[in-house]
């Protein structure tokens, strides 16, 4: 789950907190500027529906052939096809409903990135760049109120340094305890662990549009020359597990068809010797990012295990490169990366559209370069019909396309957890590592001090994909379907229901009533079709967000909208 330019993360994020801290007044693009209300007035609701001259033809090749908001608390949405896992997929955070007049103010001036505007149950207070991030309770909240005044976000990556803070008592919750300090959490009377269901994939992905990546034998041979049992064995906690698929296998359709390679050192040398001539081999990097994240709890160690395996199994000579998280994430996505490197995936929502569709189906994902036909086919069908019998069939072909291209070789489906000081009442953690903060109650104390591993890249989540960045957009804005705490269930949120016609092509939510934004303003059926229409369209004025790529969407939904050429 992951996206940056060549700037620095914090600096960049910085610099746009100073800019709304210091009360500067935010100026407006003639293009995408939206009259701001007059305090103290009510303007009538008008009906509205995206696009405005029409429904869309479906041919563009995404999802939605149009949005309406039919009066002031009911949203319409037309599918060009049925999608089984759409109240799933509008339960991820980059779907997070946006006052409209807020955005319009904001957006083009990416001071949307640094003050969120949500309707949660906290409110952001303050940021101190390279410290901490300060929420506090929304005493107008709609909903269940927050148990603790103030929510705190700290972070460190390294996980002797988050053990240490809780055992002091400094911080009240931790994310990612290291694989050997589980023991020691669960043995001592003051700690509480709460172990994650493994939803998780970690990969050594590659760019076929690089030499020698671009030769699916030498793909094929790193598949099957990688001892991935080796590396769950001695650098993962008790529970984690070789992934013989991409998708973790707690999830329906995901392990359809035939697992991957076993090692074979001499299988894979023979490949190797097909390609290069005897012995002769090729040098190149492996990149990874110095953040430990559930499905890569040691980077560096592992990293310095896989440059190992390729010398001494394969001959292959790797040099390790290590990137600023926000830089890493932006190149991978981008397809820059010329070697090697080491990323993974967490669950956003129980379905393998969630992971397969991201990561080979995507157009806004260029991280394994060029896609295939084989895969990219299936991929769509699965997606696309509610018959589980032909969602089967779907997945069993793609996987063992995947299989066979050869675009990432899966390592672990890791086991985690989050440790807590034991008088945390409600504590818990998410198999999708969203954890309702606001349903703790930290032994009675006003703050609630949770120390992740890394800093959010920015707080608005319509164009972030960095776990750890959602974790702080879930505690702040909301979705038209949320998620049971703790679980992976997804229930009703915003949205007091939405229902399909018979063939599961029209979807319309009723939203609840009376719910206000953190600014005061009410929320209406014109904000969900203005949050989702500035994802989906390409051309509309508001599709900036941070990195203007939008990768979420892409993945749940498809096409954009007025797509660009390339």
Known sequence: MRRWRSFSTLMVLGLVLAACQSGSS????AAGSVAPSVPGSVAPFVPVSYPLAGPADCAYGG??????AVDELTVEFDLCHPDPAFLAKTALASNEIQDSNYLGLNMVNHLILAKPNGTGPYKFKEYVRGDHITLERNDAYWGTKAKAQELIFQWNSESAARLLALQAGTVDGIDNPGPDDMATISADPTLQLKNREVLNTMYVGMTNTFAPFDNIKVRQALAEGIDRQRIIDNFYAPGSSVADYFTPCAISFACEGTKWYAYDKAAANTLLDSVFGAGKRFTTHIYYRDVVRPYLPNPTVVATELQAQLKANLGI???IKVQESGTFIDNSSAGLLDGLYLLGWGADYPDPTNFLDYHFNNPANLQFGKEDPSITGPLTTAAQTVDDAARKAAYTEANDAIRTFVPMIPIAHAASATAWKADVVGAHSSPLTNEALWTMDPGGRS???FMQNAY??????GDE???????????IGETLYTWKTGTA??????????TANTDGTVWTCKLHAGVKFHNGASLDAGDVVTTYAIQWDATNPWHIGRTHSFEYWGALFGTFLNAPAS
């Not at 959010?456 to 989540?461: A, D, G, R, T, V």
């Not at 997804?490 to 939405?498: I, K, N, R």
């Open 465 to 475: 994909t960095d776990g750890e960045t959602i974790r702080v957009c879930f505690q």
């Open 26 to 29: 935010p100026s407006q693009s």
């Open 489 to 498: 269930e997804v229930t009703p949120g915003l949205a007091e229901s939405c």
């Open 447 to 449: 703050q609630l001090v």
């Open 456 to 461: 959010p890249i920015s707080l608005y989540c």
């Open 317 to 319: 000579t790797a040099d």
């Open 63 to 68: 999802e939605f052939s149009q949005i309406k």
